[in-house]
Each structure stands twice: as C-alpha cells, then as structure tokens.
C-alpha cells in the first residue's frame, strides 16, 4: 500500500517549486513537473514522481544541463535530426514532438529524432502530445545500458521503449518497454522493501531469471519474449541511435549511471491520419476494431479483455479523484530535498485514509 496521497494538482506545484529552487528555468519545471505527475496518474509509478530524486541530483551536479535547448542540426523533407547539447530530456522532447508535427502538417509524415538529450520520462506523454494534434504518434528512445542482451552476461540495451498514440477519443494506446518491465518497477520494489519481485521480471547479474527485487536490481530486466525482446530493443537503439548519429549501447550514462552524461536518443514520428481519411472515420474504425476485439470470451480467471490503455486509464481516473500515491522510499528523499532548499511540502493524506475519501 502507498505511505501517502496527494492531489495531482498540489504534487504538481511542490515539483515545481522544488526545479525552480535549483534554477529550473520555469517553463522547463512545468514541463518536467507535468510530465511526471501525467505518468504517476496514469498508474505508470515507475516513470512519474519516482523519477523526480534522480533528476535533481543530476541537475544539481550538472549531468542535465539546465540551460540547454538544443538546436536543429539537419532538416530535410520530413526528416530532422535534432542535437538536445545534454539539456532537459523533456525540454528536447517538446521540441521535437513539436517538430515532428510541423513536418507532417506539410509532408503528411514527420520524423524528429533527437541526439545528445537526456531522460523524458514516459514515452506515453509525448506519443500524446503529437496525436492531439490529430496525428499518429510514434515514440521511441534508447537507454541507459542496463539490460542483459538474450543470452548474454554483459549488459548492452535500455529498456528502450515503443508507444503509439492514436488521435481522437481515448480508445488504443501502446506504451511498453522491451523488457517485461521497466527497471523503474524493480527499483520501486527495492525502495518501498518489497519481498520478491514476479516471476519472469528479472535476471540476475549471471543472466539467471530471480525474484529478488535487490539481485533484478544489480542485474537486469527480463528482456520481453527472451530473443523477441532482444530484437526490439535493438531496433529501438538503430531508429533513434544510429540514424540520429547519437550515443550508442555502452556509450550512454543514465540517472543513475553518473560517472558519465546519459547522452540518449529518441524518436518521434507523426503520422497525419487526414491524408488517409478524415479523423472521424480513422476513429470510427479503431472503434471497430476495439470492439472485435473486446468481444473475445474472457479466458478463465478474467472478467473481460483490455486493450493496451484500458489499465491506464481507468487508473487516472480514481486517482484524479482519490490523489497520487507516493512511496515512503520517493517521498521520504523529497522532504529532504525540500527541507534543505526551504521549500514548503504540501499537505497529504496516509494511505489509511483512501476509503474515507
């Protein structure tokens, strides 16, 4: 059970307030704070709130340059190629999403890749960003090297993420690492002292499958499927690496590989669905789709069958209402943090309380 709740609108001011503190320009805090607030919401703990720790101390030592925007290093056709100069990974990606959707208003297809950027929390936030914009958008990034390749002992992947967003009503949306999970889940398992972790979640540092959340820690995520994971991730790292000219596999630091910048590459492709149909008809025919979908028989031991969003939604929507859990081993660093900067912290509730309200 979550230590405390908060409201996504008062989690999202104390973000604020504590980027700003240390120099955050104040249009970046916003973008960082909503970006993880969005994912926490969304029952996507791994890549809301948690994350917040990690980036101030990378901030604060200088491993996200503060400053930095980027620039355009090539644009041709409905291809861009962005240098992020180690700024604010969600700085870089506004940006690029942004790009991304200019060149498709005019070309039909955009594709911004960007190099040299940092962390940009859940790919989901930006997929969105584009496809409310009436594209398709397609997001993807490289990785801190923390992943064991299929068969291997050596880490060598991220856990790469793929979302796709669909524009129009909340009915499809694909956001997944190519590990069976991201490594935000087994570090949540490891700072709130859970027991074990799920079977088939992670390897060992010999690359041996464990539950134990520490050992999944020091050694990797299960990559999705075994060799069909491996694959994924790969594609991801050629997509936004190689062909944005960016850092690669072992070449790339992380939040919590420090001795080096994260240096990663991300991907973002829009995709202008009225060049097909109108956008009333595309979601019509998702609809459909959905619908043949949803009509599978369950299997025994399920009540219905979800379609990839289903749990995301339906979990933003009892938190706007109930607030956003945050864990002791989160909350506990960010009191801290606000202590030693004088920032106030907001009110909460205990978990106890969850059914009172």
Same mark, same amino acid.
């Given at each position: 059970?979550?230590?405390?709740?908060?409201?996504?609108?008062?989690?999202?001011?104390?973000?604020?307030?504590?980027?700003?503190?240390?120099?955050?320009?104040?249009?970046?805090?916003?973008?960082?704070?909503?970006?993880?607030?969005?994912?926490?919401?969304?029952?996507?703990?791994?890549?809301?709130?948690?994350?917040?720790?990690?980036?101030?101390?990378?901030?604060?030592?200088?491993?996200?340059?503060?400053?930095?925007?980027?620039?355009?290093?090539?644009?041709?056709?409905?291809?861009?190629?962005?240098?992020?100069?180690?700024?604010?990974?969600?700085?870089?990606?506004?940006?690029?999403?942004?790009?991304?959707?200019?060149?498709?208003?005019?070309?039909?297809?955009?594709?911004?890749?960007?190099?040299?950027?940092?962390?940009?929390?859940?790919?989901?936030?930006?997929?969105?960003?584009?496809?409310?914009?009436?594209?398709?958008?397609?997001?993807?990034?490289?990785?801190?090297?923390?992943?064991?390749?299929?068969?291997?002992?050596?880490?060598?992947?991220?856990?790469?993420?793929?979302?796709?967003?669909?524009?129009?009503?909340?009915?499809?949306?694909?956001?997944?690492?190519?590990?069976?999970?991201?490594?935000?889940?087994?570090?949540?398992?490891?700072?709130?002292?859970? &027991?074990?972790?799920?079977?088939?979640? =992670?390897?060992? *540092?010999? #690359? $041996? +499958?464990?539950?134990?959340?520490?050992? /999944?820690?020091?050694?990797?995520?299960?990559?999705?499927?075994?060799?069909?994971?491996?694959?994924?991730?790969?594609?991801?790292?050629?997509?936004?690496?190689?062909?944005?000219?960016?850092?690669?596999?072992?070449?790339?630091?992380?939040?919590?590989?420090?001795?080096?910048?994260?240096?990663?590459?991300?991907?973002?492709?829009?995709?202008?669905?009225?060049?097909?149909?109108?956008?009333?008809?595309?979601?019509?025919?998702?609809?459909?789709?959905?619908?043949?979908?949803?009509?599978?028989?369950?299997?025994?031991?399920?009540?219905?069958?979800?379609?990839?969003?289903? &749990?995301?939604?339906?979990?933003?929507? =009892?938190?706007? *209402?109930? #607030? $956003? +859990?945050?864990?002791?081993?989160?909350? /506990?660093?960010?009191?801290?943090?606000?202590?030693?900067?004088?920032?106030?912290?907001?009110?909460?509730?205990?978990?106890?309380?969850?059914?009172?309200?």
């Amino acid at each position: 059970m979550p230590d405390i709740l908060i409201g996504h609108e008062p989690l999202t001011q104390f973000i604020t307030k504590l980027l700003i503190t240390i120099r955050v320009p104040q249009d970046a805090a916003d973008l960082v704070a909503e970006s993880l607030v969005a994912a926490s919401l969304r029952g996507v703990d791994s890549h809301g709130v948690q994350l917040l720790p990690f980036y101030i101390e990378r901030m604060r030592d200088g491993g996200i340059n503060i400053e930095r925007r980027g620039h355009i290093a090539t644009e041709n056709g409905a291809c861009l190629t962005y240098d992020g100069e180690g700024g604010i990974g969600q700085v870089i990606s506004a940006i690029c999403s942004d790009h991304a959707v200019r060149i498709a208003k005019e070309h039909g297809i955009g594709l911004a890749i960007a190099r040299e950027s940092n962390h940009f929390g859940a790919a989901a936030f930006w997929a969105q960003r584009v496809s409310r914009q009436g594209m398709i958008g397609m997001v993807m990034c490289n990785a801190s090297p923390i992943v064991l390749p299929w068969q291997g002992k050596d880490k060598r992947f991220g856990t790469n993420p793929i979302c796709v967003s669909l524009p129009g009503p909340d009915q499809w949306l694909l956001d997944m690492a190519t590990t069976t999970v991201a490594m935000g889940k087994i570090l949540k398992a490891v700072l709130n002292k859970q &027991p074990s972790l799920p079977h088939g979640w =992670a390897l060992d *540092i010999n #690359g $041996v +499958p464990t539950n134990d959340p520490q050992a /999944g820690l020091d050694g990797s995520p299960m990559p999705l499927g075994g060799y069909k994971g491996s694959g994924l991730a790969m594609m991801a790292e050629i997509f936004c690496a190689v062909l944005s000219g960016g850092a690669m596999s072992t070449e790339l630091g992380g939040i919590r590989i420090t001795d080096r910048p994260m240096r990663t590459s991300q991907f973002f492709l829009a995709i202008d669905v009225a060049r097909f149909m109108p956008l009333d008809e595309f979601a019509a025919r998702i609809r459909q789709l959905v619908g043949i979908v949803k009509s599978s028989e369950p299997a025994p031991g399920y009540d219905e069958v979800l379609v990839a969003g289903d &749990p995301e939604w339906r979990a933003e929507a =009892a938190r706007r *209402i109930q #607030g $956003v +859990p945050v864990f002791e081993g989160t909350w /506990g660093p960010l009191c801290s943090v606000a202590a030693e900067l004088g920032v106030e912290v907001p009110p909460v509730h205990t978990s106890n309380n969850v059914a009172d309200r």
